[in-house]
């Protein structure tokens, strides 16, 4: 009897399942996978499309004319936002899950989301009047004489961008960190204070370690966004600065679509191994669970 | 027992440095976006802030005479409800199923995840290849098609987060009461839920409408308003750009921050609930 109840219930899941699959496979894996063929294609000059021969000349394009230093600086640039920002969730997230009362956590939890569902475009648009000659920030160092003319590396620097994508993202590091908090037991940090530790003896000796995996996680979410993002290094970025994604859609433009799929291709496969690996070793799956379970 | 009870106030100075801390990351995150916005009172061409005496709407009205910005509107929402509409009830389903099988649980996260997290442009693009493909011309259906496999992924953790709350004790109840599991679920489920449906609703139609990568690949002649709104910004801004920008937070701002006030005052209830029923026994 029971094993006929759970295929009933194995059955259900799979109908209830099926829309979302069509949706992730169809939108999201086909088109990926057909994007990584296409990527060993040539261009067609005749029908200014790609034609079927195969080549490998979009991948070795890749390495020519700087391409592979904009992966690099992209990837460099991700990996400083997201450093910077795990260095400020993990104060955050501990005054969220560990120094507030109820009532507080939610509303920091609260604050530290809105954003993230708000535009994007507008939040980095808005730091150009922030960091510009004319912006608050030259404008209060003038006023208190610490520099005489406008501090021009502020804007369309790479300076602007991290600070643009680390307000962007800060979600991203704080919210998994909040989420390994809930998972500790507080009978682990109730004994730790009767053997007579510290805050900060506590702190590096036991919540650290038990948070950490939180920690790795949001770091990778942010790096792994921060790769793929465009708006900041556009609005924020100095003259020539480029990105991987500001890199494909140049290409685009120019119709080499076989370099653009190469670059996509290889991004993608990258970040979606970076993902499998974080999961293996992070188990991310438990963030979704129940905590009893 | 919560951490915070147990810690209490024994921080021997951690609490003022993390709560600096706190404070910069809420400053970096809100504050531009406050000044962009008194920055949008100022009636002159000039940039900057002026004396609250001096605020003024006047770019805001200027705003309602761009055309083209309506149909941009217009296109954006559109497509953002179309998104919101499909996003949810797949969200939720998935979500069902997701919870009826322990089966496949790793892959499941790790294709959310990876959807999450694959870049905009990439997304777009492969898009935009496979229906150039099919001889689908680009339109708002093609703009809706990318915007729900980017919002999926939240919808379907929303209402994770809504089943995880529904006691399994309560759809047991209703079961030995002889409901089938369909009744259970519209009588006793869904109602438990609704508050997530509507945050799931929202945060797809948010999402869809400040999303800019993929629908650049994806959008027919109409722009969407993250598309016209990043080429007036990079068109030698007139003030009217941060008129709009200002309208566009104000409004998602207020959208996401009712969504949590209802949660909230959803969860005090539910605490108060329980308060009672604890009193009683």
């Given amino acids: ?293 | 027992m919560t951490l915070y009870s147990i810690v209490g106030n024994r921080t021997k100075g951690g609490r003022p440095l993390f709560s600096i801390i706190t404070v910069l990351c809420l400053m970096i995150m809100y504050a531009p976006a406050l000044y962009l916005l008194l920055a949008s009172l100022n009636p002159d061409e000039q940039l900057g802030l002026v004396a609250p005496t001096r605020y003024s709407l006047t770019w805001y009205v200027t705003l309602l005479d761009d055309h083209r910005l309506f149909r941009a509107l217009e296109e954006s929402t559109i497509v953002a409800l179309a998104t919101a509409a499909l996003a949810t009830p797949i969200g939720l389903a998935a979500a069902l199923g997701y919870r009826a099988t322990t089966r496949m649980r790793s892959i499941f996260v790790v294709v959310i995840l990876s959807t999450m997290l694959v870049p905009g442009t990439i997304e777009g693009l492969g898009l935009s290849t496979i229906l150039r493909l099919l001889r689908v011309s680009p339109s708002w259906v093609t703009v809706t098609l990318g915007h729900l496999l980017w919002t999926l992924p939240f919808a379907i953790i929303v209402s994770l987060i809504g089943l995880s709350a529904v006691k399994p004790s309560t759809i047991a109840a209703a079961r030995d009461l002889g409901a089938g599991p369909m009744r259970a679920f519209v009588d006793v489920t869904l109602p438990l839920i609704r508050g997530n449906l509507v945050s799931s609703f929202v945060f797809a139609f948010l999402l869809s409408l400040n999303e800019y990568a993929r629908a650049y690949y994806l959008v027919g002649r109409q722009n969407t308003v993250p598309l016209y709104m990043f080429g007036a910004m990079n068109s030698g801004a007139s003030p009217t750009i941060y008129a709009f920008s200002g309208a566009v937070l104000v409004v998602s701002f207020a959208a996401v921050a009712l969504i949590f006030v209802g949660a909230a005052r959803r969860q005090s209830l539910s605490r108060v609930i329980a308060r009672l029923r604890a009193r009683s026994t």
């Fill in chain 1, 1 to 293: 009897m029971p094993d006929k109840v759970a295929g009933r219930r194995r059955r259900a899941a799979f109908f209830l399942a099926l829309p979302s699959f069509v949706v992730f496979i169809g939108l999201g894996f086909v088109p990926l996978a057909l994007v990584a063929i296409w990527s060993l294609w040539s261009f067609d000059p005749d029908t200014y499309w790609i034609k079927p021969v195969w080549s490998l000349a979009s991948y070795a394009a890749l390495l020519k004319s700087g391409r592979a230093t904009v992966l690099l600086q992209t990837a460099g640039l991700a990996a400083l936002t997201a450093t910077v920002s795990t260095l400020l969730a993990v104060p955050a997230a501990t005054v969220v899950a560990l120094l507030s009362g109820p009532r507080r956590a939610t509303l920091l939890v609260a604050l530290f989301t809105i954003p993230f569902f708000t535009s994007g475009l507008v939040r980095a648009f808005a730091w150009r009047l922030v960091l510009g000659r004319e912006g608050i920030i030259n404008n209060l160092l003038i006023g208190i004489g610490v520099v005489h003319a406008p501090v021009e590396w502020l804007l369309f620097s790479d300076f602007a961008v991290v600070v643009g994508m680390v307000a962007a993202h800060l979600p991203l590091a704080i919210i998994p960190i909040v989420l390994a908090f809930a998972r500790i037991e507080s009978s682990v940090i109730r004994a730790s204070q009767d053997l007579g530790a510290g805050f900060w003896t506590m702190f590096s000796g036991i919540v650290l370690p038990l948070i950490m995996p939180g920690v790795l996680a949001g770091f990778l979410f942010v790096f792994v966004v921060a790769i793929g993002t465009s708006m900041e290094i556009q609005l924020l970025g100095g003259a020539g600065a480029s990105s991987i994604a500001i890199m494909i859609n140049d290409v685009m433009r120019v119709v080499n679509f076989p370099l653009a799929f190469a670059i996509a291709t290889v991004v993608a496969i990258l970040l979606i191994v970076v993902i499998i690996v974080a999961d293996r070793a992070l188990e991310l799956s438990r963030f979704f669970e129940d905590r009893s379970a």
